[in-house]
């Protein structure tokens, strides 16, 4: 059904201003997402662990060896999680000031086949970690995460109505038409809305996946909330353990009850945020970069190490797992990231072009405009 005039102006106003809220966010996104695709390369060649050869079936140091390397070099933090690394033989042991803080965190690097400690630059110093922490929370913490997830919104919004403004425009051209022989201005309108309206999807999936990583912290609380409460049910009443089993005894019970296929993925303390104050959580991942990044969660009594249970993530929360590898595009390999970067690349021109129409906008009536661009033959008034 064919929208009339006055419809058309109002998805034209929600198209503008909605657009106006967030495209200078947009655009800060956008080029600091760009090198971001690229982040694994570029800490390969700035990483001190660089040259760790890769040997298939990792290596069989003893974790408690590591885990007590690491609280030596850091004593006035503990330890709150390990995780192995998915392509080289490297196990990183993560201490903060506390269970529950994620913020001044200190990663140590070892050898998974000695248990050799690994030299290795600060995880938060660097061009990189700038850029993630600008592209994620704007520098501000979990506030301007939550921000950025209103401003996802806003840009959901945006698209949608420019889709809706797209079709009249082009009723009498063909798709994708640039005007080349009218204005600047209508040229730079037919540019914005050709390329918008190709990168119309893969916008739509970094975008949706962006709003649900804004929201990894009201995800994670959900899930202690639901599931976290079933597995410490049983232990309600009962102090925190003040002495831990061994955390080689806890990964070799799980291992022992993983499903097959799976590799070891990662660890959570007691106490953390994605474990219980009485359970490690030991993570299982599929071999494929993007089965990867869905875990599988065993949680193993921290005080006797015998497993208590293996159960699978909710809908919620593999959805949050698989946003990361889709926001970024690094579960295809080289080619699908410099698939992402073109696209980004493009998406950059929209939000450009977008900024150079409303910078050079005329005080013409809608109604006027509109017929003017959808090629009505109405001459283009003077500036």
Known sequence: MALSQTGIRRWYLVHKWTSLICTAFLLLLCVT???LIFHHEIEELTGAHSSIEQVAGGGTASLDTMVEDAKRRAPAQVPGFLFWDSEKPLVAVVTASSLTDQQNIVIHYYDARSGAHVPAP?????????LLDLHKSLLM????????GLIGLIFAV???SGVVVYAP???KLAFGTVRKDRSPRVRSLDTHNM???????WVMVVGLTGLILTMATPIALIWQIDELSEISAPYEGKPPPTRLASLDTAVAAARAAAPGGQKLSSVAWPGTMFSSKHHYMIAFSGETPLTERLIHPAFVDAETGRLTEIRDMPWYVKGLFLSVPLHFGDYGGMPLKIIWALLDI????VLWTGLRLWFGRRRVPIEKRVEELRGGGVPEPAE
């Open 169 to 171: 425009f082009m009723r």
């Open 346 to 349: 493009a998406a950059i021109v």
């Open 158 to 160: 945006a698209v949608v």
């Open 141 to 148: 913490g979990l506030p301007g995460t939550l921000f950025l």
């Open 33 to 35: 997402g760009l090198p």
């Open 195 to 201: 390329v918008g309206i190709v990168t119309l999807g």
């Open 122 to 130: 600060p995880h938060d110093e660097g061009v990189m970690a700038f």
